[in-house]
């Protein structure tokens, strides 16, 4: 096999550019712990005068209430330890968070990142509504993810397209739906957190678009027994479906591979996509596959030696082909 050379199809971030990029990323860490700990005291506590005594109440942020019992010794240690808690971790969530943006600057100046600023929106907003978990980011914007993993910048032809592929682990799909109705939501509201415009296709259901033509596309395994078929993303009649696909199984059977990603005005954002050799293996078995288009075969192909080649020469642990798949069997196709 022939691989690209390093002139051809990537050039090595600059030193100065990958020292910045691991103190932003040590930052970044830091600041999702700090965010995931004070998620965990989201709300309030109070008294409330209830019968002639004073009852413990806890809120949440969408206004449900809960009484943890009356006043006792047990209850005032409950708030004091919530209290002291809560204050601590909103004190170190704002610390950190000035020091992100710190951070942020100078990712811009050095010129970081170049993941689109949309995907990184989009990532974003699935992490703060705590939907990340649900969702890998497959097909071409997977190489943004190795591409950071390996400090390298690989030629713009290989990442150029203008949607990006979410694929849906329905094997979650209960916590997802406890997560969206936790915020009376819908997944379209969810991405709406990142670009207000984006709107279902009225022609492709699995489609979201915003007004600069940019798509999301749902994806989900080929249905198993137990899955929900036809899957919408939420009750709500307008929201997103899920289209199969049959590579789904394969993907989400592998190894996950997540890597902090930048875009170029130095916003980060975690991106969780497939092993890089279960990318490798989809994309030669589309350059065989007579129903992909012949230009799209050509990219797949580029795109399969590239990465073989980074793995190859920058993360050989990730040389195991995960759960033995060598290759994808003819039917299994993924849309790239």
């Known amino acids: 096999m022939t691989f690209p050379t390093e002139n051809h199809l990537y050039t090595p971030l600059e030193p100065k550019q990958l020292r910045q990029y691991i103190d932003s990323e040590s930052i970044f860490l830091s600041h999702r712990r700090a ?70 600057r100078m990712n811009k100046a050095l010129r970081v990142g170049r993941v689109p600023e949309i995907v990184v929106k989009i990532l974003s907003a699935l992490e703060r509504q705590s939907l990340a ?18 400090g390298v910048r690989v030629t713009a032809d290989a990442v150029a397209t203008g949607d990006i592929d979410l694929l849906f682990d329905s094997r979650k799909r209960l916590s997802f739906v406890a997560k969206i109705k936790e915020t009376d939501n819908s997944f379209i509201a969810a ?56 590579t789904g199984n394969k993907i989400l059977g592998a190894e996950r591979f997540s890597q902090m990603v930048v875009s170029p005005t130095g916003h ?5 996509t497939m092993h890089p050799m279960t990318f490798v293996a989809i994309k030669r078995e589309l350059t065989r596959s007579d129903w992909r288009d012949p230009k799209k075969r050509v990219k ?29 069997p003819p039917d299994e196709r993924h849309r790239g």
């Open 35 to 104: 965010r995931q700990a004070a998620s965990e005291v989201k709300g309030s506590m109070r008294w409330r005068p209830q019968n002639g005594a004073e009852y413990l109440i806890r809120q949440t942020v969408g206004n449900a209430q809960k009484s943890l019992g009356p006043r006792s010794e047990k209850t005032e240690s409950i708030f004091a330890k919530f209290t002291a808690r809560k204050n601590e971790t909103t004190r170190r969530l704002a610390s950190i968070s000035t020091a992100l943006e710190d951070q942020q």
């Open 268 to 272: 980060m954002a975690m991106m969780h």
């Open 133 to 150: 978990d649900n969702f890998l980011t497959i097909g071409t914007h997977s190489l943004y993810a190795y591409e950071t993993a390996c």
């Open 300 to 328: 797949d192909g580029v795109q399969a030696d590239l990465v073989e080649h980074l793995v190859q020469t920058h993360m050989p642990h990730y040389k195991r082909v995960p759960g033995g798949v060598d290759e994808v």
């Open 191 to 246: 991405l709406r957190k990142a670009d207000p415009t984006f709107r279902v296709l009225e022609d492709q259901k699995q489609t979201a678009e915003n007004d600069d033509g940019f798509q999301i596309d749902v994806v989900r395994r080929s249905t198993v027994e137990g899955d929900p078929h036809p899957l919408r993303m939420s009750d709500d009649e307008e929201d997103l479906w899920a289209v199969q696909i049959d």
